[in-house]
């Protein structure tokens, strides 16, 4: 999608102008109500300094949990307000209002360089039904649009696409924010002009859940790697026995269309590390994929698939990683997703381009200290997963064409 980006806006475009940004601040608290990971927040920062050097007048909006259209007091974002305020050095004044003669003051006070959030989109009924009339009133706050939620992306909500639509209309600039423009450059590079050998890891729970990425992927990768419980099912779809592993029947005629049609290109794991029970302290065996034991579940893959695996991505150039190899969040099920992230890092040491693509992956690598070895790590799940399934994200198709 080529769309005009906040680095192609001039000084002359910014300098005393209200600019309305949508951030991702959709962040978790601790109980004391403070911020607990501040990952999306430190993640806009680029942007809103840009802003603020070039004496721009910041508006940010965000979304925060599931009010379902009402205030929701444990949901506002005053706390993120603290946090980003902190980050920046500044103040950031919060409002609790998004819309109407509050919000309006709000951004009508603000001078050059300064800064406001305003409350939860979500408390808005019309946010999540694009209600062209809130577009409207959230227009009416700005010169310039920035969207910088890549996380959020992927909804065609007021604050995300209608207020775009809007601003674009009246002939006023709305662009991709900094942390925006590079998940677009950094998904799409990977897409249209990937240095090869290019190799897809896909892992998690559910076939269904990848499908549309695995046909959007199968033409473009050189090898796909296929891991977690989803391995499962095509492991009945080579006719293979697999105890009480977690399979998707009615998708194991789409698994063997799939490996038919993949041939060579799809590499699935050879043995895992199996137990009755999906919790800790479980009895574990390593066993061949053709022999699973009756009563037993597939829950990571095995240290044969590991050193497959490993040979692949060290002579990658290109990697695209989303979903864990196995029960991650338990430790004698995590070193398949572990072995990876060390894997796809290393990779990026040698000079290769190293993605993640958000979710349960991006949680992972975090976890083990890995995220500043990889080339990116996307801060968006559900909207990475669509923008690699080859959809159009409704907030990013709302922004103004680059001529």
Do not use: C
């Not at 802003?51 to 444990?74: C, D, E, N, T």
């Not at 492991?235 to 060579?264: C, I, P, Q, W, Y």
């Not at 061949?288 to 991505?313: H, M, N, S, W, Y």
Request: hydrophobic share 45%.
């Amino acid at each position: 999608m080529r769309k005009l980006g906040l680095r192609d806006l001039g000084p002359e475009e910014l300098r005393g102008r209200r600019v309305l940004v949508r951030v991702d601040y959709n962040v978790p608290l601790n109980e004391d109500g403070t911020v607990a990971d501040d990952t999306r927040i430190t993640a806009t920062l680029p942007t809103l300094r840009l802003l603020r050097q070039a004496g721009a007048r910041v508006i940010l909006l965000s979304h925060f949990g599931r009010p379902k259209g009402k205030p929701v007091p444990a949901m506002s974002l005053r706390p993120v307000a603290d946090r980003l305020a902190g980050m920046l050095g500044s103040e950031v004044r919060f409002v609790e209002a998004t819309v109407g003669r509050e919000a309006e003051a709000a951004a009508g006070e603000l001078g050059d360089g300064e800064a406001v959030l305003l409350e939860n989109t979500r408390f808005l009924p019309g946010e999540e039904a694009n209600d062209g009339e809130l577009a409207r009133h959230l227009a009416g706050l700005a010169d310039v649009y920035v969207n910088d939620a890549f996380g959020a992306a992927h909804r065609a909500h007021a604050s995300t696409a209608g207020v775009a639509e809007v601003l674009r209309g009246q002939g006023k600039p709305a662009v991709a924010g900094l942390l925006l423009q590079r998940e677009l450059d950094y998904l799409g590079g990977a897409l249209e002009a990937p240095e090869r050998p290019f190799v897809a890891v896909l892992g998690g729970a559910k076939i269904s859940g990848k499908i549309d990425v695995i046909e959007h992927l199968l033409p473009s990768v050189d090898r796909l790697l296929i891991g977690g419980a989803m391995a499962n099912t095509f492991f009945r779809a080579l006719g293979h026995d697999t105890g009480a592993s977690l399979v998707e029947e009615e998708r194991v005629e789409l698994a063997r269309t799939l490996l038919d049609r993949a041939g060579a290109k799809l590499v699935l794991p050879v043995d895992a590390i199996v137990a009755r029970e999906v919790q800790a302290g479980e009895e574990t065996r390593v066993v061949a994929r053709e022999a699973i034991p009756e009563g037993f579940r597939a829950l990571d893959v095995g240290p044969q698939t590991v050193a497959k695996f490993r040979r692949v991505l060290e002579s990658a150039r290109t990697v695209l990683w989303n979903g864990p190899m196995g029960v991650a969040e338990i430790p004698a099920f995590a070193r398949g997703t572990e072995a990876v992230a060390a894997t796809i890092a290393a990779a990026t040491d040698r000079g290769a381009v190293t993605i993640v693509g958000g979710g349960d992956s991006a949680a992972a690598v975090a976890a083990l200290g890995l995220a500043d070895r990889m080339s990116h790590v996307s801060t968006g799940g559900g909207a990475s997963l669509e923008f690699l399934e080859g959809k159009t994200l409704p907030g990013v198709a709302a922004l103004t064409d680059r001529r």
